[in-house]
């Protein structure tokens, strides 16, 4: 598995940086986490975004969810968008950040239609890439 450094995007020119990677990326993978086991009204509170060059944590909190930047690369159709669980992280980002997506391909469905018994995350990666995830923050109140 390729590793690569993240990048904080947590103003405007982190932001910058970030837009400018998605317009050169033909593929984006993406990611969210939202404190909907800490709030009545959840919202996302981490949004991961992966290129094929670049890799960028985004703290839509401290940018107030400013991320426009994100709509018109995640709605082009020429650029595939990767996610595992699409529907959920797809409705979060709509209600957050009124995004649209366009050439969608979820892992998880992918894994389904190929008959897998197990098709989370961690077992996807750990089958494919012999790597383990780890899962230790997945219950984390990401509000903080």
């Known amino acids: 598995m390729k590793r690569r450094s993240w990048r904080y995007v947590e103003d405007a020119a982190s932001l910058e940086v ?9 593929r984006i993978a993406l990611d969210t986490e939202s404190d909907s086991m800490f709030s009545y009204f959840e919202k996302v509170c981490l949004v991961q975004i992966a290129t094929p060059e670049h890799a ?18 995640l709605a082009d159709p020429r650029k595939q968008k990767i ?3 699409a529907d959920y992280d797809i409705v979060c980002l709509k209600r957050d950040f009124d ?6 391909f979820d892992t998880m469905v992918a894994a389904q239609y ?6 989370g995350l961690a077992d996807l990666v750990r089958e494919s ?8 923050h997945a219950r984390t109140n990401w509000a903080h």
Request: aromatic share 8%.
């Open 18 to 26: 970030l837009g400018k990677a998605l317009e050169r990326a033909d």
């Open 56 to 73: 960028f944590l985004v703290d839509p909190l401290k940018l107030d969810g400013r991320l426009a930047i994100l709509g018109p690369a």
């Open 83 to 85: 996610l595992h669980g």
């Open 99 to 104: 995004v649209e997506f366009r050439n969608v």
């Open 114 to 119: 190929t008959g897998r018994e197990r098709f």
């Open 129 to 136: 890439f012999g790597e383990t995830l780890n899962k230790k």
